[in-house]
């Protein structure tokens, strides 16, 4: 494993190059595992640094809001976050890390927010992320979905946007139209090319194109086998080829 990017740049310097509360919960990390910058978690910019570490803050503070980390949940998390298994150990320490931090939930999702303005899917990818993780226990709980819809104030996501996402991993009205974020009523043929921008958009060679680290990758596989098993229903119950 070559040195990675924050043992060149020193935990301290990472931290002071991202800043506010996620810089200061990978300076407190960063001494204890090493990233390599081929093909591994946190990539080469500090980008990827931002997205991961801020996607595993916010799933701990929702744990820590939930109360409870169920087997289900902790399973959901290592689907989303994929890593070797040499630094299993250290993204725990991020994960623990961030669920005691006095910095709350509003902190990090802020800078998040800011990180990603101009690259609003980011954020969508991050919620989708959050959502995977607590519907694993078979429900998602009142606590958990006030701080979904907290988190998706904060990214700046409107009402259609975020039932478009929570109908990806919740029956609201069993409505594949909610999925695809499309009205009930339009022709086959606009329906049909929402369908096929949604795809396209959502493609996992498109996040892999874009040098997305491997949750934002997971993520988009997952949403877009959503989007698919929506369009079956769609295209079933209008007899469309």
Same mark, same amino acid.
């Given at each position: 494993?070559?040195?990675?990017?924050?043992?060149?740049?020193?935990?301290?310097?990472?931290?002071?190059?991202?800043?506010?509360?996620?810089?200061?919960?990978?300076?407190?990390?960063?001494?204890?595992?090493?990233?390599?910058?081929?093909?591994?978690?946190?990539?080469?910019?500090?980008?990827?640094?931002?997205?991961?570490?801020?996607?595993?803050?916010?799933?701990?503070?929702?744990?820590?809001?939930?109360?409870?980390?169920?087997?289900?949940?902790?399973?959901?998390?290592?689907?989303?976050?994929?890593?070797?298994?040499?630094?299993?150990?250290?993204?725990?320490?991020?994960?623990?890390?961030?669920?005691?931090?006095?910095?709350?939930?509003?902190?990090?999702?802020?800078?998040?927010?800011?990180?990603?303005?101009?690259?609003?899917?980011?954020?969508?990818?991050?919620?989708?992320?959050?959502?995977?993780?607590?519907?694993?226990?078979?429900?998602?709980?009142?606590?958990?979905?006030?701080?979904?819809?907290?988190?998706?104030?904060?990214?700046?996501?409107?009402?259609?946007?975020?039932?478009?996402?929570?109908?990806?991993?919740?029956?609201?009205?069993?409505?594949?139209?909610?999925?695809?974020?499309?009205? %009930?009523? /339009? !022709?086959? &043929?606009?329906?049909?090319?929402?369908? $096929?921008? *949604?795809? #396209?958009? =959502?493609?996992?060679?498109?996040?892999?194109? %874009?040098? /997305? !680290?491997? &949750?934002?990758?997971?993520?988009?596989? $997952?949403? *877009?086998? #959503?989007? =698919?098993?929506?369009?079956?229903?769609?295209?079933?119950?209008?007899?469309?080829?």
């Amino acid at each position: 494993m070559s040195l990675g990017l924050w043992g060149k740049l020193g935990g301290a310097g990472l931290g002071l190059a991202v800043g506010g509360p996620l810089g200061a919960l990978i300076g407190a990390v960063a001494g204890h595992f090493l990233v390599d910058r081929e093909g591994s978690l946190f990539g080469r910019t500090p980008r990827e640094v931002v997205f991961t570490t801020g996607l595993v803050a916010l799933a701990a503070k929702m744990a820590k809001s939930d109360g409870v980390v169920t087997p289900a949940e902790v399973a959901a998390f290592e689907e989303v976050v994929r890593v070797p298994d040499e630094e299993r150990a250290g993204i725990a320490r991020l994960f623990d890390l961030a669920k005691a931090t006095t910095s709350g939930f509003e902190a990090y999702a802020q800078q998040i927010a800011e990180a990603f303005r101009e690259e609003p899917a980011l954020l969508e990818d991050v919620l989708d992320g959050l959502f995977h993780i607590a519907k694993a226990d078979g429900a998602i709980h009142d606590k958990e979905a006030r701080y979904l819809r907290a988190v998706a104030e904060i990214f700046g996501l409107d009402e259609a946007a975020y039932t478009c996402l929570a109908a990806r991993h919740v029956r609201l009205a069993d409505d594949p139209y909610e999925v695809l974020g499309a009205d %009930r009523t /339009l !022709p086959d &043929a606009d329906l049909k090319a929402r369908y $096929r921008a *949604l795809v #396209a958009e =959502n493609h996992p060679d498109r996040a892999v194109a %874009r040098g /997305l !680290p491997p &949750a934002a990758v997971a993520i988009a596989t $997952r949403r *877009l086998a #959503a989007i =698919n098993a929506a369009w079956d229903r769609i295209s079933a119950e209008r007899n469309l080829p």
